[in-house]
């Protein structure tokens, strides 16, 4: 407790205060008593995490005790949090990434097994060492090795969830019925347990799920002063900011790596963060050096801590952005000093026989990329190439619902639709009865040019039952929605997922192809989906019966198009 006891947040939030009225003492040391009970719970947790994950950096008390320096750093004056804002906030710090222990699942390795994305993880594991496509014989016979592979990632998958249930679970040993909890003051588990498990969660969500879920206040304790109510976004805000920006040597102690051993991208990790001193605040840049200088051999380490240092830098920015926007008091900080080139930030954290320049591949003009590798660069003169790539996609997001949901082989449908709403201006629509997009998939995969939604994350968390040996992707390569701008600069792409009721669904609209920014809006009511799906929506260049168009290919004669042709 010696770090947490120093910081100003501590002193102020939970040090008898001179002006301070009975009740606020009274419920001040209640607050400060059950959160020291609470930390000395979570050590035996956090002490286990570095026997399950050994190549990881400090997750443990120096980690947890380390984020109070941090929030001591960024809140803008002492009076940021009231005491119950704080006391929320520190449980939040300490039950974060417990899910990391196997210990802090009570089942052992059924509870594991119990997640749906284990089967797909594993399926991974067996496929990446052998080359195939594991039968069910082989998933049952996986030996210890892939199991222990598979144990490592569900457990860093899962276990921000996991702290949702930390708090107000209990835990029991093997033939005893008394239940331990890691809070053990019953009326501030009752009322906060499942609130600071929410928000332990949410630094592994996005920031716009955050303001979504936790936007909203909450009153003050029944029992505690009625003006110390709970800024839920603000805690939630500054839980992620600190995790993101401690990076300094307390998360990596250099004995403590020469003693682990990791190995990897871990090892790199432990490499750049034992060189890095605590950081300071000039012209609210966060400032981030190192004594010793990075070697030439250790370029690759410095390397990753400029992406290290790049997240964070993303976390203060969308942090600071959401702060403006709520008017709420902003952080001290709201960039990392030096990231916008890797040359200043080598004048901070040191270089020494070589120049960090960034050589890595770019893409700087993204719409004449799309436009060559997403068109005729690519797909040569073959405008049927479009209506292809969106059956593809069709496919795919019918069969991920199928067998997401257990249905029958035949269920599903793939819509292509012409017509000629206007005399001499065509309409393609491609539609399906699949999974749907989500806001995240919408302004994330299906933007991110190459990127595949079915190989990133967002696609294990959304749908964790895809195992890969149940569902095979026919898209490979993450370019093919953006074909459609060889025949259409005016495209809509109207979508529901199955959490979504028909009000909710979103449109995703280019006016001008890919030279302009695309509108995400809510749908009209006439443009809302009856049934969850997709529906791709291209306003054509040309009447699609033209000579070398989709409907005249080669030498074939040409096809008139009909007002309203389906298949």
Same mark, same amino acid.
């Given at each position: 407790?010696?770090?947490?006891?120093?910081?100003?947040?501590?002193?102020?939030?939970?040090?008898?205060?001179?002006?301070?009225?009975?009740?606020?003492?009274?419920?001040?040391?209640?607050?400060?008593?059950?959160?020291?009970?609470?930390?000395?719970?979570?050590?035996?947790?956090?002490?286990?995490?570095?026997?399950?994950?050994? @190549?990881?950096?400090?997750?443990?008390?120096?980690?947890?005790?380390?984020?109070?320096?941090?929030?001591?750093?960024?809140?803008?004056?002492?009076?940021?949090?009231?005491?119950?804002?704080?006391?929320?906030?520190?449980?939040?710090?300490?039950?974060?990434?417990?899910?990391?222990?196997?210990?802090?699942?009570?089942?052992?390795?059924?509870?594991?097994?119990?997640?749906?994305?284990?089967?797909?993880?594993?399926?991974?594991?067996?496929?990446?060492?052998?080359?195939?496509?594991?039968?069910?014989?082989?998933?049952?016979?996986? @030996?210890?090795?892939?199991?222990?592979?598979?144990?490592?990632?569900?457990?860093?998958?899962?276990?921000?969830?996991?702290?949702?249930?930390? &708090?107000?679970?209990?835990?029991?040993?093997?033939?005893?019925?008394?239940?331990?909890?890691?809070?053990?003051?019953?009326?501030?588990?009752?009322?906060?347990?499942?609130?600071?498990?929410?928000?332990?969660?949410?630094?592994?969500?996005?920031?716009?799920?955050?303001?979504?879920?936790?936007?909203?206040?909450?009153?003050?304790?029944?029992?505690?002063?009625?003006?110390?109510?709970?800024?839920?976004?603000?805690?939630?805000?500054?839980?992620?900011?600190?995790?993101?920006?401690?990076?300094?040597?307390?998360?990596?102690?250099?004995?403590?790596?020469?003693?682990?051993?990791?190995?990897?991208?871990?090892?790199?990790?432990?490499?750049?963060?034992?060189?890095?001193?605590?950081?300071?605040?000039?012209?609210?840049?966060?400032?981030?050096?190192?004594?010793?200088?990075?070697?030439?051999? @250790?370029?690759?380490?410095?390397?990753?801590?400029?992406?290290?240092?790049?997240?964070?830098?993303?976390?203060?920015?969308?942090?600071?952005?959401?702060?403006?926007?709520?008017?709420?008091?902003?952080?001290?900080?709201?960039?990392?000093?030096?990231?916008?080139?890797?040359?200043?930030?080598?004048?901070?954290?040191?270089?020494?026989?070589?120049?960090?320049? @960034?050589?890595?591949?770019?893409?700087?003009?993204?719409?004449?990329?799309?436009?060559?590798?997403?068109?005729?660069?690519?797909?040569?003169?073959?405008?049927?190439?479009?209506?292809?790539?969106?059956?593809?996609?069709?496919?795919?997001? &019918?069969?991920?619902?199928?067998?997401?949901?257990?249905?029958?082989?035949?269920?599903?449908?793939?819509?292509?639709?012409?017509?000629?709403?206007?005399?001499?201006?065509?309409?393609?629509?491609?539609?399906?009865?699949?999974?749907?997009?989500?806001?995240?998939?919408?302004?994330?995969?299906?933007?991110?040019?190459?990127?595949?939604?079915?190989?990133?994350?967002?696609?294990?968390?959304?749908?964790?039952?895809?195992?890969?040996?149940?569902?095979?992707?026919?898209?490979?390569?993450?370019?093919?929605?953006?074909? &459609?701008?060889?025949?259409?600069?005016?495209?809509?792409?109207?979508?529901?997922?199955?959490?979504?009721?028909?009000?909710?669904?979103?449109?995703?609209?280019?006016?001008?192809?890919?030279?302009?920014?695309?509108?995400?809006?809510?749908?009209?009511?006439?443009?809302?989906?009856?049934?969850?799906?997709?529906?791709?929506?291209?306003?054509?260049?040309?009447?699609?019966?033209?000579?070398?168009?989709?409907?005249?290919?080669?030498?074939?004669?040409?096809?008139?198009?009909?007002?309203?042709?389906?298949?």
């Amino acid at each position: 407790m010696d770090i947490v006891e120093s910081t100003d947040l501590w002193k102020t939030c939970f040090e008898v205060q001179g002006n301070a009225n009975q009740l606020e003492k009274d419920f001040r040391d209640k607050l400060a008593i059950a959160f020291k009970t609470f930390r000395s719970n979570a050590r035996s947790l956090a002490e286990a995490i570095p026997i399950d994950l050994p @190549d990881f950096t400090v997750h443990g008390m120096e980690h947890i005790d380390s984020l109070w320096k941090y929030a001591d750093l960024l809140i803008p004056t002492n009076d940021y949090l009231n005491p119950t804002e704080a006391f929320i906030l520190g449980s939040a710090f300490l039950i974060h990434d417990l899910g990391l222990a196997f210990a802090s699942h009570q089942d052992g390795l059924a509870s594991l097994h119990s997640y749906p994305e284990w089967r797909n993880l594993l399926a991974r594991e067996l496929w990446r060492r052998n080359g195939t496509i594991p039968s069910d014989q082989d998933m049952a016979d996986a @030996d210890a090795v892939a199991i222990e592979s598979t144990k490592a990632h569900i457990l860093r998958l899962k276990h921000a969830e996991k702290a949702l249930d930390l &708090v107000v679970d209990a835990f029991s040993s093997q033939g005893s019925n008394q239940p331990y909890f890691l809070l053990e003051d019953q009326s501030l588990r009752g009322q906060y347990g499942r609130l600071i498990g929410e928000i332990a969660y949410s630094h592994w969500w996005s920031v716009e799920k955050v303001v979504k879920e936790l936007a909203q206040q909450i009153g003050a304790h029944p029992d505690g002063p009625t003006d110390w109510t709970i800024d839920r976004l603000k805690i939630a805000l500054l839980l992620r900011t600190c995790d993101a920006c401690h990076l300094d040597g307390k998360r990596a102690p250099g004995l403590l790596r020469a003693l682990r051993k990791p190995i990897g991208v871990g090892r790199l990790h432990w490499r750049f963060s034992e060189c890095i001193q605590f950081p300071h605040i000039e012209h609210s840049e966060l400032c981030f050096t190192s004594t010793t200088p990075f070697s030439g051999e @250790d370029r690759e380490a410095w390397w990753v801590g400029f992406d290290l240092l790049s997240l964070a830098n993303q976390e203060l920015t969308s942090v600071d952005s959401v702060l403006e926007k709520f008017d709420k008091r902003r952080l001290r900080a709201n960039k990392v000093a030096g990231i916008q080139s890797t040359i200043q930030l080598s004048r901070l954290v040191r270089t020494s026989g070589w120049k960090p320049v @960034d050589t890595r591949i770019k893409a700087s003009n993204v719409a004449s990329l799309v436009t060559k590798l997403g068109g005729k660069g690519l797909y040569g003169e073959r405008p049927w190439v479009p209506v292809r790539e969106l059956i593809q996609n069709a496919h795919d997001a &019918v069969l991920a619902r199928r067998v997401e949901a257990s249905l029958d082989e035949n269920w599903g449908e793939i819509a292509v639709r012409l017509s000629e709403p206007d005399k001499g201006k065509f309409l393609l629509e491609v539609s399906d009865t699949g999974i749907g997009m989500s806001e995240e998939v919408v302004t994330g995969p299906l933007l991110d040019f190459g990127q595949s939604y079915w190989d990133s994350a967002l696609a294990m968390q959304e749908h964790p039952e895809l195992s890969l040996d149940r569902f095979r992707p026919t898209g490979k390569f993450g370019i093919g929605f953006f074909s &459609v701008f060889m025949v259409s600069d005016r495209v809509q792409i109207l979508t529901r997922t199955n959490d979504d009721s028909k009000s909710c669904t979103r449109v995703l609209q280019f006016d001008s192809g890919v030279d302009s920014p695309p509108v995400l809006r809510e749908a009209k009511t006439h443009e809302q989906l009856e049934t969850t799906g997709t529906k791709v929506k291209l306003w054509l260049k040309h009447n699609p019966g033209d000579k070398d168009w989709f409907l005249n290919a080669g030498d074939a004669s040409p096809i008139k198009p009909s007002s309203q042709d389906a298949v």
